[in-house]
């Protein structure tokens, strides 16, 4: 990719740790911000700009001051969305996240028609399967960011657990991205050593619901949502698909007949590279893997079916 461009719509806590992460790293030429509040993406914009003199490339960061500035993207990161509050119904929530998903698919379409789409807004499965209704574009060019920050966090906890290998741990995960997901230990290793031959099955389950409730205990410290994880999980995302690297990297893809599913969008180990997901790769699963991820992708699909009820589908 030549100009290595990169538009990040949502200029909150996650995408700006995203656009200074990709600015660090040195991964793209460019990265714009584009916020409805554009005084939020302009201060941001300004402020990584000026992170750059320490960085290893002189990465251009700017503020876009409407969608058109949005313009030939190479990849889009969508964050745009908003959290559940405590009289919002999960039909509530679904609605309105999926119109705001509506008004941002737009004008990505209009400006960057080429672009490769991060979806990392929630519920992050189901506006993923939007943003593949609302484009009709080929499945390997829209992609949910979610086991890369949910493989990150189990990697995290199982160190915390055995005490060595960090940055050894490579950690697999499959499902939703919620309470349903479900880390896979048989085939996540520790230096290249299997994972179930250094922890024992119990200290695996608590390392499993340590991982599950991640982001809900970084919101009891904190009072928000993580950032920094979220943030570096997109970068290295974004840096796959324009060095073209081909790495396996939990995603959440639409299948189609893969692990015996259609029209789904759920989390499944892929190859990401210059065209996004260039491989889907379909992995054996046990009876009670399989079980657990017919639950995940029900779940799912009940989030498509409330959409689908009131109206939001036929709105297009």
Partial sequence: MVGRKVGIIGAGF?????????????????????????????????????????????????????????????????????????????????????????????????????????????????????????TAW??????????????????????????????????????????????????????????????SKEDMQAIIERTKDGGAEIVKHLGTSAYYAPGRAISVMVEAILDDSRIVMPSSVLLDGEYGYKDITVGVPVVLGANGIEKIIELELDDETKSKFKVSVDSIQDGIDILEKNGFFNSF
């Fill in 138 to 199: 080929k499945r390997n060019r829209i992609i949910g960011m979610a086991g890369a920050l949910d493989g990150a966090r189990m990697s995290y906890q199982i160190n915390q657990k055995i005490g060595y290998g960090s940055g050894q741990i490579k950690s697999m995960l499959i499902g939703d991205h919620g309470q349903n997901m479900i880390p896979m230990p048989e085939i996540s290793t520790v230096g290249g050593v299997p994972l179930n031959q250094l922890i």
């Fill in 14 to 134: 996650v995408g700006a740790t995203a656009a200074y992460s990709l600015t660090m790293t040195g991964a793209c030429h460019e990265v714009i911000l584009y916020d409805i509040n554009t005084d939020i993406a302009k201060g941001k914009a300004l402020d990584i700009g000026q992170s750059t003199s320490y960085a290893p490339k002189g990465t251009i960061v700017t503020a876009a001051e409407d969608a058109s500035g949005l313009k030939n993207c190479d990849v889009i990161v969508i964050t745009a969305g908003v959290p559940r509050k405590s009289d919002m119904t999960r039909a509530d929530l679904l609605m309105i996240n999926a119109k705001i998903m509506k008004d941002v698919v737009g004008n990505v379409m209009k400006y960057s028609p080429n672009a490769i789409i991060l979806c990392v807004s929630n519920p992050l499965d189901i506006m993923t399967h939007v943003i593949h209704k609302l």
